[in-house]
């Protein structure tokens, strides 16, 4: 398993949450699998991969105009969320990331800026003990402009008092990996290590 190592100019470390640090996307996949059936909605696993990183009910806005839909993001998100909920208890962490958490701890200011929201983010935090070495949490619940625009990432910053250029961000998805980028952010797409 390779090291993921930091860039010289780093002084502060960011990491997106789902598939990242934590090893949830299969089991969002499954709950949006489940909520899908019971909500009659039909996509490619392809398309919504390209959507990780956005809160579910973007996801649907976004469903809506390009499939010509009219689900409810509201109602489909509770339903997707119920079933990841019980889900939970499975969730392991992506060892080659959170072992930076566990060097850097103490050394480096560190966030977590995810497009999930506040309360599975933290339960998941907590699950996997994360909360204890990463105080700051930015959530979709925390910003008005997801990613792939730079806000998750720039208020994370902003928490830690570290000028967004001197920021590593940690990512599995394309729509952070921009927003990492539009933040000015130097970046490590993590999918190579694990």
């Not at 993921?4 to 949450?17: E, P, Q, R, V």
């Not at 089991?27 to 489940?34: M, N, S």
């Amino acid at each position: 398993m390779k090291s993921i190592n930091l860039y010289t100019d780093t002084k502060a470390l960011i990491f997106d949450l789902d598939g990242t640090l934590a090893d949830t996307m299969p089991l969002h996949f499954e709950a949006w699998k489940k909520a899908a059936e019971i909500m009659g909605v039909e996509y490619s696993f392809e398309w919504l991969s390209a959507c990780a990183g956005m809160p579910s009910s973007k996801i649907i806005e976004k469903l809506n105009r390009e499939y010509n839909h009219s689900i409810d993001p509201q109602e489909f998100s509770v339903i997707k969320e119920d079933f990841f909920a019980k889900e939970m208890h499975k969730i392991t962490e992506i060892k080659p990331v959170t072992d930076l958490v566990y060097k850097y701890h103490k050394q480096i200011p560190m966030a977590v800026g995810t497009g999930g929201k506040r309360n599975i983010a933290q339960e998941t935090m907590e699950i996997l003990g994360l909360d204890k070495y990463i105080p700051i949490l930015v959530s979709a619940d925390d910003v008005n402009n997801h990613k792939p625009e730079p806000e998750t990432f720039l208020k994370c910053a902003e928490l830690m008092g570290v000028d967004p250029k001197f920021c590593q961000v940690f990512e599995d998805g394309l729509l952070g990996i921009q927003a990492a980028e539009k933040a000015g952010m130097m970046v490590t797409d993590v999918t190579p290590y694990y």
